[in-house]
Nanobody, 121 residues
C-alpha cells in the first residue's frame, strides 16, 4: 500500500507564494514520475506540473514561469513552489506518484487526498 500526504496549502493574498510538499511512503519498489494536479468544484482534474525520475519537468501553460516543481528521490518527496499566485489558482491541489512494486513491473498511479489553496484578491 502506498500513502501520499500533502502539506503546505492555505490562504495567501494575490501575488504571494506557497510551497506544497508531498511525501510518499509504504511498501513499493520504485517511483517514476511524480506530479501535481488541481481540480475546482466544477472542473476536471488538470495537470499543474510533473517531474520524471530523471528530472525532466512539464508544466501547464497557465503556471509556466510562476510555479517550480522539484523532487528528492532519496526521500520520495515532491515539492511545488508557487509564486505570483492569482485568485484563479484557488482550487484543491493533488499530489500523484507512479509506483511499481517489483522490478520491471507495471506502474500504478497513486493520489494524495488533496490540499486546498486559496488566493484572495
Amino acid at each position: 500500500q502506498v500513502q501520499l500526504v500533502e502539506s503546505g496549502g492555505g490562504l495567501v493574498q494575490a501575488g504571494g507564494s506557497l510551497r506544497l510538499s508531498c511525501a510518499a511512503s509504504g511498501r513499493f519498489f520504485s517511483i517514476n514520475a511524480m506530479g501535481w494536479y488541481r481540480q475546482g468544484p466544477e472542473n476536471a482534474r488538470e495537470l499543474v506540473a510533473s517531474i520524471t525520475g530523471g528530472g525532466s519537468t512539464n508544466y501547464a501553460d497557465s503556471v509556466k514561469g510562476r510555479f517550480t516543481i522539484s523532487r528528492d528521490s532519496a526521500k520520495n518527496t515532491v515539492n511545488l513552489q508557487m509564486n505570483s499566485l492569482k485568485p484563479e489558482d484557488t482550487v484543491v491541489y493533488y499530489c500523484n506518484a507512479d509506483v511499481t512494486f517489483r522490478p520491471g513491473g507495471p506502474w500504478y498511479r497513486h493520489w494524495g487526498p488533496g490540499t486546498q489553496v486559496t488566493v484572495s484578491s
